[in-house]
């Protein structure tokens, strides 16, 4: 038995048109079956943040170190809080007679396990005060230099950052 067919011996005869749908859904299917093995953006994890942060201290002490007069050098940042997001919402209003309700819910992404809230803005925190010890800094004017290259990075008040000789 041998399984030789042409495309046109598909489309030819009565059933043309149930044909065509079949292969329309086939299509469609492959698409969806190929859609879910591409990967997805995940949504920020709080683990992120964290390294977000390590990286600001990281680019900070590597610009700081850059200074005429600034030998190694090490910062640590403090925050006040944590990063905030804010997420999409839907919002309907019911209104029953006189009485009107608004609901909101989040905009979901994803289904299952896999379902996270749409995050259209995320702010990071802030800053409660920054540590800087680096070598020169016994020298008063690349102290003074070193602050407000930490002030205009970050900022933070002069009176939140504390540069230490190391």
């Known amino acids: 038995?041998?399984?030789?067919?042409?495309?046109?011996?598909?489309?030819?005869?009565?059933?043309?048109?149930?044909?065509?749908?079949?292969?329309i859904v086939i299509i469609g299917v492959l698409f969806l079956c190929i859609g879910s093995f591409t990967p997805q953006k995940s949504a920020p994890k709080s683990g992120d943040t964290a390294?977000?942060?390590?990286n600001l201290e990281k680019r900070i002490s590597d610009i700081l170190s850059k200074i005429s007069g600034v030998g190694d050098?090490?910062?640590?940042?403090?925050?006040?809080?944590?990063?905030m997001k804010a997420t999409a919402k839907n919002k309907t209003l019911e209104t029953s007679g006189d009485i009107s309700k608004l609901s909101e819910e989040n905009v979901i992404l994803g289904s299952g396990s896999s379902s996270s809230p749409f995050i259209i803005r995320e702010d990071m925190p802030k800053i409660q005060g920054v540590v800087v010890v680096a070598e020169g800094a016994e020298n008063a004017a690349v102290k003074k230099e070193i602050t407000d290259a930490v002030r205009a990075l970050t900022g933070a008040s002069a009176a939140n950052i504390g540069v230490f000789p190391r």
Request: zero cysteines; glycine letters at 2%; aromatic letters at 10%.
């Open 1 to 23: 038995m041998k399984l030789n067919f042409r495309l046109n011996d598909i489309f030819k005869g009565k059933n043309k048109n149930i044909t065509v749908i079949y292969v």
């Open 51 to 54: 390294n977000i942060n390590e």
């Open 73 to 83: 050098v090490h910062v640590m940042i403090t925050y006040k809080s944590s990063a």
